[in-house]
């Protein structure tokens, strides 16, 4: 079959090769990657996912995109194996509102879907171009905990991972800071978006080319590719033929690789975009305006507090849209979010529902969803649930939990007024030895620090 290529959602750079995005991570005209062609499995094939494992499952999607010359087949069969160990459980909780978990993997949240897989694809390349990659990654919480899991221990990769120093979780922390080996935790005494500057700036630093810096947030393909494979998994144990997703979103990268794996021919009738207060979204599905929301609203489920998602690109151009950050020539942004060409709006709101769920509606939410069905659900699940409830389509849903509660033990004791039982990948944390650096929010202490 003939090479699936990318090219960047601003068409101002070349096609690439799947290996090529995986090591750029954004294209260099700042567009992001998208697949020329998307490949389409029929019925049949997708039938036969029913019943073998997920790592399985992951292998034989992930290799239509991944050609054999750049990863052999028993290659990347193991690496599918060794990203997926643990278990991916989906319940049905009533009639038409299933319960998808994907919060069992080693860091408690959703984020090791596309970390672990794409860590691996990351190191094998690396290998054989015989190259050493410096990743270096910005977090306001779950994202450096599940990189540097997932990357923790590989030849090739060091990681760096900055947090601002008091907006993160003590256990939360602790997934950085106590691997220690190739994965350098650094604490800011700043805010997220001071970090993300630092990792911006460094990105375009003539003085740290030498490192061969890459990005190992949802900006790149790598990431969003693993994460479409729940989709076909959840289709297959809900046994009906007219399904919905309620996702709930932050940068968009679930949602895009939901509306991939839909165009890949899992018969999906509506997506539900579940977000916070950050509500960007589902203004724009009604309006057709798309104004970013800044500065970003603070939220419980805080992995979603993103007022401009950054795959919100992928998914406009899509449906046929340009979105784009406008910058100048030195390509500093000077206006976030552009609208260059409007998407389809219409086939949008054909394929989209979208509500923006207040933290009233999260707190009791989990109250009711505890009292009805005696499960435990944290904030970013809760947002997924109210949405569907609110949407009250009469076909089977799909929720998920994208985060472990004992995550948000705070949360939960104050409204159920009980102790999220701990995981032992979280509680085994509370004993070990932390080793971090803490620097000033400054971009030559940082550079400093690094080399
Ligand atoms: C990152 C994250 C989300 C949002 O996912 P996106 O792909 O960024 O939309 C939701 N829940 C949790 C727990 C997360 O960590």
Redesign the pocket.
């Known amino acids: 079959m003939e090479k699936i290529l990318f090219r960047s959602t601003n068409r101002q750079a070349p096609e690439v090769s799947f290996k090529e995005a995986l090591l750029k991570g954004q294209a260099p005209d700042y567009g992001l990657y998208v697949p020329t062609r998307i490949p389409h499995l029929d019925s049949e094939e997708i039938s036969k996912f029913v019943g073998i494992p997920y790592y399985e499952v992951a292998f034989r999607i992930i290799r239509i995109y991944i050609p054999e010359e750049d990863i052999p087949t028993s290659i990347l069969y193991d690496l599918c194996k060794q990203a997926y160990n643990f278990p991916v459980p989906i319940e049905k909780i009533d009639k038409n509102l299933f319960l998808l978990y994907l919060d069992k993997g080693p860091t408690a ?3 090791d879907f596309a970390a672990r897989l794409m860590a691996r694809l990351m190191n094998y390349v690396a290998s054989i171009e015989n190259k050493n990659l410096l990743i270096l990654v910005a977090t306001s ?3 450096g905990g599940a990189v540097a899991d997932a990357f923790f221990g590989l030849n090739n990769i060091n990681v760096v991972i900055l947090f601002p120093e008091k907006e993160v979780t003590g256990r939360q922390r602790k997934q950085m800071t106590t691997l220690g080996g190739n994965i350098c935790a650094i604490a800011v005494k700043g805010t997220f978006d001071d970090c993300q500057a630092i990792v911006k700036r460094a990105f375009n630093d003539p003085a740290l080319r030498h490192k061969n810096l890459t990005s190992a947030n ?1 900006i790149n393909f790598g990431r969003l590719l693993p994460q479409t494979v729940y989709y076909f998994k959840a289709y297959c144990e809900m046994g009906s033929e007219k399904i919905g997703f309620s ?9 895009m690789a939901g509306v991939l794996a839909r165009e890949m021919g899992v018969p999906i009738e509506r997506f539900i975009v579940a977000v916070n207060e950050n509500d960007e979204f589902p203004k724009f599905l009604k309006t057709g305006i798309y104004k970013p929301v800044v500065p970003s609203k603070k939220c419980s ?1 805080n ?2 507090n ?1 007022g401009h ?1 950054s ?1 919100l690109a992928r998914l406009i151009d899509l449906y046929g849209g340009w979105l784009t950050d406008e910058r100048d020539a030195q390509g500093r942004v000077i206006r976030k979010g552009v609208l260059k060409k409007s998407p389809d709006i219409n086939l949008m709101r054909k394929h989209f529902v979208s509500f923006s769920i207040n933290e009233k509606i999260v707190d009791t939410t989990i109250k009711e969803f505890y009292e009805k069905y005696g499960i435990i659900i944290e904030p ?1 699940g809760a947002v997924s649930v109210a949405a569907a409830l609110l949407a009250n389509l009469e076909i089977p849903i799909c929720c998920f939990e ?2 472990n509660p004992a995550k948000f033990p705070e949360k939960i004791r104050q409204i159920l007024g009980i102790e999220p039982p701990v995981p032992e990948c979280l509680a085994r944390l509370d004993n070990i030895k932390e080793n971090f650096v803490i620097i000033e929010n400054n971009y030559d202490k940082f550079v400093e620090s690094i080399l």
């Open positions: 949240s959703f984020k919480g779950d994202t949802s996702v709930p979103c932050g940068n968009f990268g679930n949602l489920s992995a979603m993103v998602p795959n970013h994208t985060a």
